[in-house]
């Protein structure tokens, strides 16, 4: 959150989460829920990217056979 320039109190403001709700998660005692961390990637202006082992063929995501998991 520092890369971002925003404090915690900010980003709660701006997502209407409950302050305590992203210190959890960002401490790691709790684990964020998918709408929460899509409010919060807006607000950041950030996405997600799969990582390089991963295709998407449709609606699912595929392993790619040439990568060991």
């Known amino acids: ?10 980003l709660s403001e701006q997502t209407k989460i409950n302050p305590s709700t992203i ?9 964020i829920s998918n709408e929460n961390l899509d409010t919060i990637l807006a607000a950041l ?11 998407y063929q449709g609606n699912e995501p ?3 056979p040439g990568v060991k998991v």
């Open 1 to 10: 959150m520092n890369e971002c320039g925003i404090s915690v109190k900010e």
């Open 23 to 31: 210190s959890s998660f960002l401490v790691g005692n709790r684990a």
């Open 45 to 55: 202006e950030l996405t997600l990217v799969p990582k390089a082992k991963f295709t």
């Open 62 to 64: 595929q392993i790619d």
